[in-house]
C-alpha cells in the first residue's frame, strides 16, 4: 500500500542520515570486560566489511589474547556494533 511505501522510504532514509552521522563522529570501542575475546566466538571479525577488526595474540591478556580495531581501517559503518553478541562494542 501507499502508507507502507512512505514508511519504507523514511526508515531508509533515516538509515542513511544515521550512517553519515556515526561515520563523521563516532568511532567504535570495545568494552573488554564484556569482549570474552576468543577468536572463534567473535563473528565481527568475518562481518567487517573494511576487515578492521582482527584477533591478537597477547599473553598478558587473561584469555591470551584480545579483539582490535584497526581505526585507520574502520569506516565506522556500525556493523561491528550490530553482530557483536556480547554487546562489547560500541560507537562513542
Do not use: W
Request: charged content about 25%; overall charge positive.
Amino acid at each position: 500500500c501507499h502508507g507502507c511505501q512512505v514508511i519504507t522510504r523514511v526508515f531508509a532514509r533515516f538509515r542513511t542520515i544515521r550512517k553519515r552521522t556515526v561515520k563523521k563522529t563516532m568511532p567504535p570501542t570495545i568494552n573488554k570486560r564484556k569482549c570474552p575475546a576468543e577468536k572463534d566466538l567473535c563473528q565481527v571479525i568475518s562481518v567487517c566489511p573494511t576487515e578492521a577488526i582482527s584477533y591478537q595474540i597477547d599473553e598478558t591478556e587473561p584469555l591470551g589474547g584480545k579483539i582490535k580495531i584497526d581505526e585507520t581501517r574502520c569506516n565506522d559503518c556500525g556493523a561491528c556494533v550490530d553482530a557483536c553478541c556480547g554487546q562489547a562494542i560500541v560507537l562513542n
